[in-house]
């Protein structure tokens, strides 16, 4: 998602289409709302196509959990992983450790306290949002994007759907040249309301932020307050997530924030992208820790894996949702990127040696992250980190060791 930039993203966050991503020089001066695009995040974290008949997985054991536990302190004493990780079974840990550094210059260690950007993550959240104001009668999942806000032409107005912005299938692309530190949904709105769309609705399903935002111009319309007063009040709070932030951000201005290192070439070019063929990029990477960014609708807050557990805690246990709009939001809805993987309302919904795994990811420059959570096995995995390409091989051998 996660598609990724800093601040609107990967957040992943703000996110360009990946063709567009691939083909375009990216300096050491990184716009966060121009990166990663959560449509391959997806497509790597999954990596290849997963069979669909289930597979006998033993259980894991303490055993296992700690050999995942050395794992980790190996590779990040290797310098090839930093972040925090949390497994939990039943919403007992099984797993909950920091590894690496926070800030290599402070000399200051990642712990289960600091905070990470969660990327386009936060797309779960949007997508809770939406649900609880159809639980309070105030909008419909059928209802085009006209009944709620201004500014589009008919043609789009009265066409795309809520349906269609919760499923990336809108034809709605990215936020054109917007700061990327800018989070105010109003002025992000201006921009989207005058471009015209990519494919018709509800024809394919096309990554986009400008979607996400368009559902939080949604959001504060009929809950009548910002959309970061909203999520405070109606999915931080009721799930007791005191540690997630959402709003503008510098990493370095915020107290126990993980700073990001991003991977940089000898031409100052971020080649932080995992590749689909597994290789291993050559860089350097440099501490991004002073560039502003921000969360928006679309992703971009920072958080804790404690935090992010009690999200998936309090959404399997109804406390942000009534049980028939939980299996709503958390159903796939629209074929994703293999025959085994659908996306829901906010949510990757997928089969994994025959197991469901529910949950998103994101990324930008020097930020990527994943909650999974497997809804028949009982298992949650939170890792956050703020390192290029640490995320994705603890995350298949985590997987692995619950799917088999």
């Known amino acids: 998602m996660a598609p990724g930039s800093r601040g609107l993203a990967g957040n992943s966050v703000m996110q360009l289409p990946v063709d567009a991503l691939l083909k375009r020089n990216i ?5 966060r709302r121009a990166v990663v695009g959560g449509a391959l995040l997806m497509a790597l974290a999954a990596g290849r196509p997963v069979a669909r ?10 055993e296992d959990w700690r ?3 050395a794992y980790l302190k190996e590779l990040a004493a290797a310098g090839k992983f930093s972040g925090a990780v949390l497994v939990a079974k039943d919403g007992r840990p099984v797993l909950n450790n920091a590894y690496g550094m926070a800030d290599k210059a402070g000399n200051e260690v990642n712990t289960l306290e600091t905070r990470f950007c969660i990327g386009s993550m936060g ?5 809770v949002a939406v649900a609880q104001l159809v639980q309070r009668g105030k ?3 059928q209802d085009t994007i006209g009944t709620y806000v201004k500014g589009f032409p008919n043609e789009i107005a009265d066409t795309v759907t809520v349906h269609h912005l919760l499923t990336h299938t809108s034809g709605m692309g990215e936020v054109p040249g917007n700061d990327h530190a800018q989070t105010d949904v109003d002025v992000l709105m201006k921009e989207i309301v005058k471009q015209p769309l990519t494919s018709e609705p509800g024809t394919k399903m096309q990554y986009s932020n400008a979607g996400y935002i368009v559902l939080g111009a949604i959001i504060e319309q009929v809950g009548k307050q910002d959309y970061a007063d909203y999520v405070r009040k109606h999915i931080l709070t009721p799930a ?4 997630t932030f959402l709003g503008p951000w510098t990493p370095a201005k915020v107290k126990r924030m993980a700073h990001p290192y991003a991977l940089f070439d000898t031409n100052g070019q971020w080649v932080g992208m995992p590749t689909m063929d597994g290789t291993t990029p050559e860089g350097e990477l440099r501490d991004l820790g002073d560039q502003p960014d921000g969360a928006s609708p679309a992703g971009g807050a920072i958080s804790t894996v404690g935090d992010m557990l009690k999200f998936a805690q309090a959404l399997q246990g109804h406390r942000l949702l009534n049980a028939k709009l939980t299996r709503t ?3 796939g809805k629209v074929q994703g990127l293999n025959k085994d993987s659908k996306y829901a309302y906010g949510f990757s919904d997928e089969l994994r040696n025959g197991v469901r795994v529910v949950g998103h990811n994101g990324g930008i420059p020097g930020y990527w992250s ?13 890792i956050l980190t703020n390192q290029d390409l640490a995320l994705f091989e603890p995350l298949r051998k985590a997987r692995t060791l619950i799917t088999g």
Request: no cysteine; aromatic share 8%; proline share 4%.
């Open 27 to 31: 300096s050491m001066v990184v716009s």
């Open 53 to 62: 008949a289930a597979a006998a997985a033993a259980v894991p054991s303490r």
């Open 67 to 69: 050999a995942f536990h």
């Open 123 to 127: 797309k779960m959240i949007t997508g």
């Open 139 to 141: 909008v419909s999942f």
């Open 240 to 243: 007791r997530m005191h540690d």
């Open 329 to 331: 939001v958390m159903e």
């Open 370 to 382: 994943e909650l999974d959570m497997f809804p028949t096995k009982g298992y949650t995995i939170v």
